[in-house]
């Protein structure tokens, strides 16, 4: 594939600015572009063709080699840059909230909603049919979240009155100990993330069924946890909602590559409230 937009991580550029990384380590994870050479074995898509891609490196090159199970293929005239979004971010977010069973009906907390799996979660589930408590430090994101779904935001979930049924945690520290105690009897918290990067401290008491709440639960996640996993289809699924628009990308910071830098910069200063991208071309 020829590279023609990539979408950044916190983690993965956490581990681009490591002093250890040697020379020459090509990382890089969520990449969009075109294909230049089929798949010999005809299991992959045609030449010319817009796909995007995920893998555990290399997304940060000119060309990029990648198994037909972490490419999803996408309308031609899609944005690029847009479809970069998807890998890690959108497919993070469907799967975990996959974790979570049937949402129609159901009050599914986001934590770090503004952020680029948080936004991807709040359309997802309110896709879905759940009723999306959106969890966001600032003010200014309420007003968008609201526009992608969400049908109460709150600055911590401390301030949530009414019980959830499930949550997905991209946050960690006091945001999962307090959306845990949210939860209903029965629940679920899926930790994604921990971007704050602070302990979860559960006193004796959180672990109580106090009021009849037994039988909650803590789940981890990991998005490359079996390396099996075939993520073609859900890639091309979400591809066509960017391209069709019906899904919002969240991009909050984009530019040449060439302000890569800067991105960066933007990225582990925690000022972004949705995705960077780079373009390529
Ligand atoms: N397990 C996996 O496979 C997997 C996959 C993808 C991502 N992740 C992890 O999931 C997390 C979210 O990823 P992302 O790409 O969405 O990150 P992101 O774009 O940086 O968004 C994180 C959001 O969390 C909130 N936040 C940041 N610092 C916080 C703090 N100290 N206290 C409370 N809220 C804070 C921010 O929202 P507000 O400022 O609006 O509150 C921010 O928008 C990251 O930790 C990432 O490494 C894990």
């Known amino acids: ?13 956490h581990e681009a600015v490591r002093p ?14 075109v294909v230049v050479q089929a798949a010999a074995d005809g299991s992959g898509p045609a030449e010319g063709e817009r796909v995007v891609t995920l893998g555990g490196e290399a997304g940060w090159a000119e060309l990029r080699a990648v198994p ?6 996408a309308p031609r005239d899609a944005d690029p840059g847009a479809l970069s979004t998807v890998p890690v971010a959108g497919l993070s977010a469907l799967h975990a909230l996959r974790q979570m069973g049937s949402l129609l009906g159901r009050r599914v907390m986001v934590t770090g909603a503004s952020g680029g799996v948080g936004r991807y979660a709040v359309q997802l589930a309110a896709r879905a049919g759940a009723h999306v408590v959106a969890i966001s ?12 779904g969400a049908h109460e935001v709150h600055p911590e979930p401390a301030a949530v009155q009414q019980a959830v049924w499930a949550v997905l945690d991209n946050v960690g520290g006091q945001h999962l100990v307090d959306a845990f105690a949210s939860l209903s009897a029965g629940g679920s918290l899926i930790s994604v993330g921990r971007s704050s990067e602070a302990d979860a401290v559960l006193s004796p008491d959180a672990l ?17 946890g079996d390396p099996t996993t075939d993520f073609s289809a859900d890639l091309t699924w979400l591809a066509g909602e ?4 019906t899904l919002d990308p969240g991009i909050s910071w984009r530019g040449p590559w ?3 830098a800067e991105a960066v910069k933007v990225l582990l ?6 995705k960077a991208v780079l373009d390529l071309e």
């Open 1 to 13: 594939m020829r590279v023609e937009a990539v979408s950044l991580n916190f983690g993965e550029v």
């Open 68 to 73: 037909a199970a972490l490419l999803g293929t």
């Open 258 to 260: 060439t302000r890569h």
């Open 137 to 148: 430090r600032s003010t200014a994101q309420a007003d968008g979240l609201r526009a992608l």
């Open 208 to 224: 109580l069924g106090t009021g009849g709440r037994h039988d909650r639960s803590i789940r981890t996640f990991f998005l490359f």
């Open 20 to 33: 250890e990384m040697p020379d020459g380590t090509v990382l890089g994870w969520d990449a969009a572009g």
């Open 242 to 245: 960017i391209a069709a628009g």
């Open 269 to 274: 200063d925690r000022r972004l409230h949705g």
